[in-house]
C-alpha cells in the first residue's frame, strides 16, 4: 500500500512563486517508486507537469513548465517536490503526486497506480 499526501498549493500573483510537496508513505521502499506531478486545469482533463525517476537524476517535463518548474525528490524523506517558479494563470489547476512502481521516470497516467488527493493551485493576473 502506498499513500500520498501533497501540501503547499494556494493562491498567488503571476510571477511568483510555490513548492509544492508529496510526502510519501509505503510499505516498499521510496527508492522502488517514480514519481510525478500531473495538474488537472479547470475544465479540462488532467495532464503531465513533471516526472522523475529513483535516483533523481533522469527528469521529465512538459513543453509548458520547462525553465520554470523543477521536480525533485529527497530519498532520506519519502518526499518529492515540484518547485514552481515564474507562475503564469494559466498554471492554475489542481495538482496532483502520483507514484508508479518503476525506477525510471515516467510520463503516462496510465503508469501511476498511486495518487494523491490534489492540492489547489491558483494564479491571478
Known amino acids: 500500500q502506498v499513500q500520498l499526501g501533497e501540501s503547499g498549493g494556494g493562491l498567488v500573483q503571476a510571477g511568483g512563486s510555490l513548492r509544492l510537496s508529496c510526502a510519501v508513505s509505503?510499505?516498499?521502499?521510496?527508492?522502488?517508486?517514480?514519481m510525478a506531478w500531473f495538474r488537472q486545469p479547470p475544465g479540462k482533463e488532467r495532464e503531465f507537469v513533471a516526472a522523475?525517476?529513483?535516483?533523481?537524476?533522469?527528469?521529465f517535463y512538459t513543453d509548458s513548465v520547462k525553465g520554470r518548474f523543477t521536480i525533485s525528490r529527497d530519498n532520506a524523506k519519502n518526499t518529492a517536490f515540484l518547485q514552481m517558479n515564474n507562475l503564469k494563470p494559466e498554471d492554475t489547476a489542481v495538482y496532483y503526486c502520483?507514484?508508479?512502481?518503476?525506477?525510471?521516470?515516467?510520463?503516462?497516467?496510465?503508469?501511476?497506480?498511486?495518487w494523491g488527493q490534489g492540492t489547489q493551485v491558483t494564479v491571478s493576473s
Open positions: 509505503s510499505g516498499r521502499s521510496f527508492t522502488t517508486l517514480a
Open positions: 502520483a507514484a508508479a512502481t518503476a525506477s525510471y521516470a515516467v510520463t503516462s497516467q496510465v503508469q501511476y497506480a498511486y
Open positions: 522523475i525517476g529513483w535516483s533523481g537524476t533522469r527528469t
